[in-house]
């Protein structure tokens, strides 16, 4: 008996130097020790790894092309979750002071939620200063600040209006290209006998909601990664309540319907013409045709966002993303030429466009003929960057987002969905927003200005 | 406190020997005892004493994120703070309310369903204490997940099924319904479990004191009340100790709902969510320690008061 527990324990104990050592064998000789295991097919074993984190839809045929190209530097790619997912992990890791990749895919606007906390490498000193007149202003602006730059751009979301022609032609109704010509054609189409609604006001798109604010020139947050501990707070403006009561009062009458976004309802809404309008960005076109139960006689067209006022647009955006070096980078050199190198390529970016539905913030890219003239057949073979999205990313001025974005999002759904369901107003929920923001921002020891 | 509790059950084995020291046999015994209890001591200090023992340490500290993230020792400063948010304290009085609601549906369901089957003896009782005890072999996330679909205005049989009278469905995920189809899930998921249970405890009872109860002109509806459910007494208290501490720490089904109504459920629904989303979401991993350790506080008492309350049916007196 005791001999035979003897026997097992030297057994599992053998199984587990079998297993250390099978987790080691991948690295080589001389290769970091790196217990990762990598998605991808590493091609040059002995090159130093960059570990990366990324959702992008063929991310996978981008590693490889770089690491094709590359014999220095090898890229280690996981998924690890699109957005909120892998910001969790990310948060998780930085507090633990260990398991952050070295390359980690961010939205421009959580940026600001990790320089603070020291989670990100600042890749100015590894040549990023230079690279400037390569990306928009406007997305160039959201990345850096000062002399630092936090990420490198890769894609955006500038926002248009996407709409089934079909629908508005059979109701015989103009596509609006104001806000007021969009609450007109709200009405319009109800009253020729239009059943769904003209578009969603989701109450927990938060960025979604942000772009249209910032339409109107809503600047919510003054803050300055140089000058961590102050930041200004102005949620409650005229121009955001003008947004939100144009908003409630469609919603009130009827005319613009109130369901959560990115649930399986709302993305069947999307497509069986529930909605006639989808308010999108650039990427949005790749979202609808990855849905199912679409209508198949529905007829996509793309035009420029409604404006506030005609004689002076405004162009926003939703989403996007970059590339950032984390702190915990073993290899800060290696991998800031991940992040600077991984889409500076016009294959990969064709891969991106083509396979991804990416919307380039690469000029090179935004430049070409390819790219500038491509014909989507999802919109009937319309130029859509041409007619609409090219402009609204090169009059993209940039936005100053929080470094407590995520808690910034979550209130604000609170108070846009009490707006929506119950007694309180545009006024009401916009103050309870500007009171909660303040109270945090002044327990995580910001003064207030 | 392990060593309390050998000691314990070791003391009715050797009475009138307490006195004297223990004898060498005993001494070996008790490394015996302590072998035997190491595999469960270690993971029961490294996973459970250790973690609390950090969390207690994080919840004392304050890392604001605008401070350069030093932590600074606050004492019970977050604690005071925890007490005094508003966010906290309805996630508090939310849960209490599902519990006044959930746990009474719950053990009344489960009692009713294992006093019927137990009087049952036909192969039909077998085959419906088996459905009724599915439900909770199905993991809670795939179960609030399936109901989620099942809720789903554009999906969930719901339209139909109103729509034959003619009738609008209500929404199941708005504001005003989610409390009533959380319970539901809850429900449906957790009563097969208490039912066994308490099933369990009913076939314990020596039918004879049925036949006695009989003999004395008893009813069936006076043996299930009068006998039945007396004598198993501590079982139910056992299970509604169960249904209050899964009530108080409830997580799972709103979390999976959630995806499906992020207006309906913020993300302060409950204690244990708030915490949550304190860590994970804007990394306050020191005030999401004191969020978990109020929760715990709090869950303390109520259990305590209750076992308090019911000494007498429990056994515990």
């Not at chain 1, 960005?281 to 609808?288: F, K, R, S």
């Not at chain 1, 800031?336 to 890219?365: C, H, Q, R, S």
């Not at chain 2, 915490?275 to 979401?281: D, K, L, P, V």
């Amino acid at each position: 008996m005791r001999r035979g527990l003897r026997r097992a324990v030297a057994a599992s104990a053998a199984g587990l130097a079998g297993l250390s050592l099978a987790a080691c064998a991948p690295g080589g000789d001389g290769a970091p020790a790196d217990n990762t295991s990598c998605t991808n097919e590493i091609k040059v074993p002995d090159a130093t790894r960059v570990t990366l984190w990324a959702w992008y839809p063929a991310v996978e045929q981008i590693v490889d092309t770089f690491n094709a190209q590359h014999d220095d530097v090898q890229i280690c790619w996981t998924n690890a979750g699109q957005g909120a997912d892998e910001y969790g992990k990310f948060s998780t890791a930085l507090e633990a002071g260990t398991g952050a990749p070295d390359v980690i895919q961010l939205e421009s606007e959580i940026l600001p939620t990790y320089t603070i906390l020291d989670g990100l490498t600042d890749l100015a000193p590894y040549g990023a200063d230079e690279l400037e007149d390569q990306f928009p202003a406007g997305a160039w602006s959201d990345v850096s600040s000062g002399d630092a730059v936090h990420a490198i751009p890769v894609d955006g979301g500038p926002v248009g209006m996407l709409y089934r022609a079909d629908i508005f032609e059979k109701y015989g109704v103009e596509p609006p290209t104001t806000w007021d010509e969009f609450a007109r054609a709200a009405q319009d189409l109800r009253d020729a006998g239009y059943d769904g609604y003209i578009t969603n006001y989701a109450t927990n798109g938060g960025a979604f909601n942000y772009a249209l604010f910032a339409q109107a020139g809503w600047a919510p947050f003054d803050y300055d990664p140089a000058e961590r501990d102050q930041i200004g707070i102005d949620v409650d403006t005229p121009e955001a309540r003008q947004v939100l009561s144009y908003w409630e009062d469609l919603i009130d009458r009827g005319l613009v319907s109130s369901d959560d976004a990115f649930t399986s309802d709302y993305n069947t809404s999307l497509v069986d013409g529930t909605y006639a309008v989808y308010i999108a960005a650039a990427w949005g076109p790749g979202y609808l045709e990855g849905l199912s139960d679409a209508d198949s006689g529905a007829a996509w067209k793309a035009a420029p966002l409604p404006q506030w006022d005609p004689a002076e647009p405004v162009q926003v955006n939703q989403g996007g993303s970059a590339l950032a070096v984390t702190s915990q980078a073993k290899d800060p050199e290696a991998a800031a030429t991940v992040a600077m190198e991984l889409f500076d390529d016009e294959e990969t970016w064709k891969i991106g466009v083509e396979d991804a539905g990416l919307f380039p913030l690469w000029n090179l890219a935004l430049d070409a003929d390819w790219f500038t003239d491509r014909r989507y057949p999802f919109f009937g073979g319309q130029q859509v960057n041409r007619d609409v999205f090219l402009d609204a990313a090169a009059q993209y001025p940039g936005f100053t987002f929080s470094p407590f974005q995520v808690y910034a999002y979550d209130r604000q759904t609170m108070a846009l969905y009490d707006m929506v369901e119950g007694p309180a107003t545009a006024a009401d929920a916009l103050a309870t927003v500007q009171d909660s923001l303040v109270r945090y921002a002044e327990q995580q020891g910001f003064t207030v200005r | 406190m392990t060593s309390t509790t050998t000691e314990r059950a070791a003391a009715p084995a050797r009475p009138g020997r307490r006195r004297g020291g223990p004898s060498l046999l005993d001494t070996k015994r008790q490394w015996w005892g302590w072998l035997f209890l190491a595999p469960f001591t270690v993971v029961f200090v490294l996973f459970l004493l250790v973690p609390l023992a950090y969390a207690f340490w994080l919840s004392l500290h304050t890392k604001g994120i605008a401070t350069g993230g030093e932590s600074v020792f606050t004492g019970v400063a977050n604690y005071v703070r925890v007490f005094t948010d508003a966010d906290f304290l309805s996630g508090m009085a939310r849960v209490g309310k599902f519990v006044l609601v959930m746990v009474p549906v719950q053990i009344g369901l489960a009692v009713a369903i294992a006093l019927v089957l137990d009087t049952l003896a036909t192969r039909l009782s077998k085959a419906s204490r088996l459905l009724v005890f599915v439900p909770y072999a199905i993991p809670a996330v795939i179960g609030a997940l399936m109901w989620g679909f099942l809720y789903s205005p554009r999906f969930g049989p719901a339209n139909d099924i109103f729509g034959f009278f003619g009738l609008d469905a209500p929404d199941f995920l708005s504001r005003d319904l989610i409390f009533g189809s959380l319970v539901n899930i809850v429900t449906w998921q957790w009563v097969g479990y208490y039912m066994i249970i308490v099933y369990a405890a009913l076939r314990a009872i020596d039918p004879s004191v049925y036949e006695a109860a009989r003999l004395d002109g008893a009813g069936d509806r006076q043996i299930a009340f009068r006998i039945k459910i007396p004598m198993i007494a501590s079982s139910m208290v056992m299970i509604v100790v169960f249904a209050l501490i899964g009530t108080l720490q409830f997580f799972t089904e709103p979390t999976v709902l959630r995806s499906v109504a992020q207006g309906a459920i913020p993300t302060t629904y409950t204690p244990n969510m708030y915490a949550y989303s304190m860590a994970f979401s804007y990394s306050q991993f020191n005030y999401a320690s004191t969020i978990a350790f109020a929760l715990g506080i709090l869950v303390f008492i109520g259990s305590y008061i209750f076992l308090y309350a019911t000494r007498k049916q429990s056994g515990l007196k």
